[in-house]
């Protein structure tokens, strides 16, 4: 497996440019589905997750053609199965998306239960009972979820209520509702700006999609969806993750191709820490940590539009360099603190009680070997080995490669030393062109 060697120490200078959001390239990726005509997107992001999800549309029969690196142009003209296999979908819990495009279309799907990072339980059941409302019938037989749609192949238009916000569920629903019959209700919808841009590209095929970015959406289904052209929004994680990355080693970062307006709480709770950030246009930010330091603050995962859970492993890095104590209680996932114990190889002082780890700093880092768990949780290392003394290697970067493009070219392009091991020719990734630095 790939590892990343990091001598720390080295301040961050330069600009980075942001790619595309991989947690909205995903559904969209899904929704070609729903069409048997083109739908092009721009700015897809270079990562595994992507690659995983294209494989999975051409087994399905879909054909997916890369014109440019980051440009996908998908026909689902010829479906002929209609089966997400094990294989595929357990390395990666976004291959449950296209459930909801190939009931909805098809009026059968066979799904298998998703797999993914190990940062707690996950369950699908709110995507289930929300189909089971469109008048689905679904089974679960042998792993598998068995959805069929048995008014003519049709689902039908319905109220779903979710009793917890889910991401996945709410774009599944959404999906599915775009070609039901009759009028859907997503209450207690998921806010998240890939919510709207998914519907965003759903309403250019053709649908009848208000309310996307809100508690509650209303889907006006239509007989068939066509042809799109979309540009995938910007990745407000990796923003945050630049944005941490910059602070944490006291360096000055300008980002480019970013929306500022989607990562407004990080940006506002790293300004209340002492990270200066300008706002230079829509599209830029400016940041570097201020002259006295930085200073603990307490953070508090929740759904957007608060703080992000695909944020917390790398605010707690950052707050192992800042003065006082500071409180990370995470409500959205279980067992999203594992990052924590590598941590404290490296010498952070951080404990754990429940849902909430309490970090103690300044605290001197000192490189070590340590392992990734999941996504976030090797971009935390990261970060922590950047600011680190002497040689940190983290070990499982293929997590890192599920969601960030090539990160340790941008991280060397503004200073980092940091290099990537390769031990085996199956952990790499095939070969990419620049990829967006300068």
Do not use: W
């Not at 390239?25 to 083109?38: K, R």
């Not at 026909?75 to 209609?82: P, T």
């Not at 357990?90 to 066979?110: D, E, N």
């Not at 192992?320 to 959205?332: D, F, H, K, L, P």
């Amino acid at each position: 497996m790939d590892k990343f060697r990091i001598r720390g120490g080295r301040k961050l200078r330069g600009r980075v440019q942001i790619g595309g959001a991989k947690n909205s390239a995903l559904p969209c990726i899904a929704a070609a589905l729903l069409t048997g005509e083109s739908v092009t997107l721009h700015n897809v992001p270079y990562v595994r997750d992507i690659i995983t999800q294209g494989r999975l549309l051409e087994d399905l029969g879909a054909q997916v053609l890369r014109p440019e690196l980051r440009t996908h142009k998908i026909s689902a003209a010829n479906i002929e199965i209609f089966e997400a296999p094990y294989d595929l979908v357990k390395t990666m819990r976004a291959s449950v998306l296209v459930l909801g495009p190939l009931l909805a279309r098809f009026g059968k799907a066979k799904v298998s239960l998703p797999g993914g990072c190990a940062i707690g339980t996950r369950p699908i059941d709110l995507h289930l009972e929300a189909l089971k409302h469109l008048g689905a019938q679904v089974s679960l037989e042998a792993g598998y979820v068995v959805a069929r749609a048995p008014h003519r192949g049709r689902l039908q238009g319905g109220e779903v209520n979710f009793d917890k916000v889910t991401v996945t569920g709410t774009e599944n629903v959404l999906m599915a509702a775009t070609l039901a019959e009759g009028k859907t209700v997503i209450n207690n919808a998921a806010r998240e700006p890939e919510i709207a841009d998914l519907a965003e590209l759903l309403n250019r095929m053709g649908a009848r999609v208000r309310g996307a970015g809100s508690p509650t959406i209303t889907i006006d289904g239509v007989e068939h969806l066509g042809a799109a052209e979309h540009t995938i929004i910007p990745d407000r994680i990796e923003t945050g993750t630049f944005l941490c990355a910059a602070a944490i080693t006291d360096g000055e970062l300008e980002l480019k191709d970013c929306r500022p307006e989607h990562s407004a709480i990080v940006i506002a709770k790293l300004r209340e820490a002492g990270v200066e950030i300008e706002e230079v246009n829509q599209s830029t930010l400016h940041v570097r940590c201020c002259a006295e330091g930085l200073t603990a603050r307490d953070v508090v995962t929740e759904p957007h539009p608060r703080f992000p859970t695909d944020m917390q492993a790398q605010y707690m890095a950052l707050m192992t360099q800042a003065a006082g104590v500071s409180r990370i209680t995470e409500t959205i996932f279980e067992n999203r603190f594992m990052h924590a114990s590598e941590m404290q190889r490296m010498g952070a002082d951080i404990s754990i009680s429940g849902n909430t780890a309490t970090v103690r700093g300044v605290t001197r880092l000192m490189g070590a070997r340590v392992q990734a768990s999941d996504l976030r949780a090797s971009a935390c290392l990261v970060l922590a080995g950047l600011v680190a003394e002497g040689e940190t290697v983290v070990e499982r970067v293929y997590h890192i490669d599920r969601g960030y493009e090539k990160i340790e070219a941008k991280l060397r392009a503004v200073g980092a030393e940091i290099e990537r091991v390769r031990e085996s020719v199956t952990a790499q990734l095939p070969p990419a062109a620049e990829v967006g630095v300068s």
